[in-house]
């Protein structure tokens, strides 16, 4: 969806390194949303936000932060990288209610 | 955390067969989705199911909104090879938190 940008699309890092993904939306959405992809497992959020104000833990937040510096823009911090959160990790946005979520097209992080 | 059984997770078929695939819940759900991933992009949206016994078509796609609020089908109708992708449902919690199914990947001869 070319609404929901994320950058960059690819990275390649190594172990303890920090790292910072970013995510932009034009919709417009108040919620915004990190999820991380793993083979055979779907999608687990790891961060979502309702507002600016506003930050939750997801299920799967330990070794991550997060950052909402405005409506359209949500950011992705890995403090210290480990090799196994090399994945891909997706930004989603969503208005208010039960309205499904629009998901970025991805970054695929790798951590040696 | 919860999770969504969704089967299968593999499908293999000849081009114009029709395709089912389910998911199904410990827990109840107030909205079903089911998105569509390709290789290379985020999921896609293709349908939305906010009633129980809802039944929703969207092309040749149909899905059903389980009465026990606790599962819900995807059927696709005479496949074709842009169909080839992996599908995932999606149950919407309260607070607006998706869990997901573990997805199923179809695969489509000529």
């Known amino acids: 969806d070319a609404d929901v940008t994320q950058t960059p699309r690819n990275r390649i890092t190594k172990t303890g390194k920090r790292i910072m993904l970013e995510c932009s939306q034009t919709?417009?959405?108040?919620?915004m949303y990190w999820y991380r992809q793993d083979p055979g497992l779907g999608l687990r959020l790891i961060y979502y936000s309702f507002d600016v104000k506003d930050i939750n833990k997801g299920e799967i937040s330990d070794g991550y932060s997060v950052s909402r510096q405005a409506q359209a823009k949500f950011s992705l911090s890995l403090e210290s990288a480990i090799p196994n959160q090399t994945a891909l990790y997706f930004c989603?946005?969503?208005?208010?209610?039960?309205?499904?979520?629009?998901f970025g097209d991805g970054t695929r992080l790798s951590i040696l | 955390g919860q999770q969504l059984n969704q089967s299968p997770q593999s499908m293999f078929i000849q081009e114009g067969e029709d395709v089912s695939m389910n998911c199904t819940s410990s827990?109840?759900?107030?909205?079903w989705l089911w998105y569509k991933q390709e290789p290379g992009e985020g999921p896609v949206l293709l349908i939305a199911?906010?009633?129980?016994?809802e039944l929703t078509s969207n092309g040749r796609l149909t899905a059903q909104f389980g009465i026990t609020r606790k599962d819900s089908f995807l059927n696709i109708s005479a496949s074709i090879p842009s169909d080839v992708g992996i599908y995932f449902c999606?149950?919407?919690?309260?607070?607006?938190?998706?869990?997901f199914g573990q997805g199923t990947r179809l695969t489509i001869n000529p």
């Open positions: 199911l906010y009633k129980a016994g």
């Open positions: 989603a946005t969503s208005v208010r209610g039960n309205q499904p979520q629009h």
């Open positions: 919709k417009g959405h108040d919620r």
């Open positions: 827990s109840i759900f107030n909205t």
């Open positions: 999606a149950g919407l919690e309260g607070a607006q938190k998706l869990v």
